[in-house]
Every structure is written in structure tokens, then in C-alpha cells.
T-cell receptor, first 111, second 115 residues
Framework: GEDVEQSLFLSVREGDSSVINCTYT??????LYWYKQEPGAGLQLLTY?????DMKQDQRLTVLLNKKDKHLSLRIADTQTGDSAIYFC???????????FGTGTKLQVIP | EAGVTQFPSHSVIEKGQTVTLRCDPI?????LYWYRRVMGKEIKFLLH????????ESGMPNNRFLAERTGGTYSTLKVQPAELEDSGVYFC?????????????FGQGTRLTVV
């Protein structure tokens, strides 16, 4: 079945860039997502990328996709303390609603 | 506009008891999903409703779990009898029916602790 893997923890200093990595196994993945969960809150969709794209940039967020290696990354420029949260990588195959999530990476931003 | 709301936010029950979680999707959203995150692990899909019909329940762990969505509005997820391994955070999400990549909006989750 589908599998999505992430490292569990990342610590960065405020103002630095954060890079959160994710690998997935489903070669038919069509949509790849990054969700953010702040303490006590639900999952918030941050950004997504179609599998036919290599990169997507949205303000401080840059998503890179290496489809050959099934590797997805999320770069947060100028990381702020408000970026501290758990970030989930997720994938979905086209025409199918079920989303497969990774374990989540807890990002800690040190002031 | 109200988002996806889940009740209760926390629940602590004893092993063997019954618990019912509720999810109110965004009004007009025909798709409703249940997911679960067991401590430190990935968020796993449980099931998917389209209106009142179960479209996919392949993620339901066993027959102690029963999900309903009578009338195609809110949904309930009942665990009976609860076991220790059922502890975790249960998320509900909803989305519009149209469009292949329609965004799913998540609730804040219900943290279930079985002791």
C-alpha cells in the first residue's frame, strides 16, 4: 500500500530557513500536500503541488518535487516562531479521495 | 462561515465503555472523512462518506467502530467497546463534491484517551 515517511523533528533558529523532507512510495500519486497543525488546532492545508510540477513557490514557502525519487520537500524562508507546528506531508492519487499522510515533522523555532 | 466542528474536543473513558464522536461538516459539503492519529504515528484514513453513503470504509480498524451519517449532514463515530489501542486523535474533514482536487477542511480533532 501507500507509504509516506518524514523525519519526526526539526529545530531551527528564528530567521533561518527550514527544510522539511518527505518520501512517498505511490508512483501514481497525483497530488502532494503539506498540512500544518498548530497546538490545539486542526489540520490546515498550507500548499499543494501537482505531480507534473517540479516546484511551487508561495511567499515564504517553496515546495520541491522530485518525482523520480518520490521526494517532496517544503522550504520555509525566514522561519518565524509562529511557524512552530507539526507539518504533515500527504499524497493522493487522481480520482480517489483518500489522502495518505506521513507521521508529521515537529518544527521547533528557537528565538 | 463555520468550519468543521468536532465534539467533544477531549474524551477520557475506561476500557470497555462506549464513546461517540461527532462531526459537523461545513454546510453544503457532501464529502465527509474520518481520520485517526495514534500517538506519534501517521494520520490514517478511516472512512469516507458521500452524503449519507459510505464510499470507502477500508480504513476502519474493526467492527468495534461504527460510523453513521444519517441525512447526509453531521456524522458520528462510535467506538464500542473501547480498547486501550483506540486512544488517539480523531480528525474529521469535509469537502465539496465537485472537482478532483477540492480542498478538504479539517476539524480540530477529538482527543480520545482510553484508560
Amino acid at each position: 500500500g501507500e507509504d509516506v515517511e518524514q523525519s519526526l523533528f526539526l529545530s531551527v533558529r528564528e530567521g533561518d530557513s527550514s527544510v522539511i523532507n518527505c518520501t512517498y512510495t505511490d508512483s501514481s500519486s497525483t497530488y502532494l500536500y503539506w498540512y500544518k497543525q498548530e497546538p490545539g488546532a486542526g489540520l490546515q492545508l498550507l500548499t499543494y503541488i501537482f505531480s507534473n510540477m517540479d516546484m511551487k513557490q508561495d511567499q515564504r514557502l517553496t515546495v520541491l518535487l522530485n518525482k523520480k525519487d518520490k521526494h517532496l520537500s517544503l522550504r520555509i524562508a525566514d522561519t518565524q516562531t509562529g511557524d512552530s507546528a507539526i507539518y504533515f506531508c500527504a499524497e493522493r492519487s487522481g480520482g480517489y479521495q483518500k489522502v495518505t499522510f506521513g507521521t508529521g515533522t515537529k518544527l521547533q523555532v528557537i528565538p | 462561515e463555520a468550519g468543521v466542528t468536532q465534539f467533544p474536543s477531549h474524551s477520557v473513558i475506561e476500557k470497555g465503555q462506549t464513546v461517540t464522536l461527532r462531526c459537523d461538516p461545513i454546510s453544503g459539503h457532501d464529502n465527509l472523512y474520518w481520520y485517526r492519529r495514534v500517538m506519534g504515528k501517521e494520520i490514517k484514513f478511516l472512512l469516507h462518506f458521500v452524503k449519507e453513503s459510505k464510499q470507502d470504509e477500508s480504513g476502519m480498524p474493526n467492527n468495534r467502530f461504527l460510523a453513521e451519517r444519517t441525512g447526509g449532514t453531521y456524522s458520528t463515530l462510535k467506538v464500542q467497546p473501547a480498547e486501550l489501542e483506540d486512544s488517539g486523535v480523531y480528525f474529521c474533514a469535509s469537502s465539496l463534491l465537485t472537482g478532483q482536487n477540492t480542498e478538504a477542511f479539517f476539524g480540530q480533532g477529538t482527543r480520545l484517551t482510553v484508560v
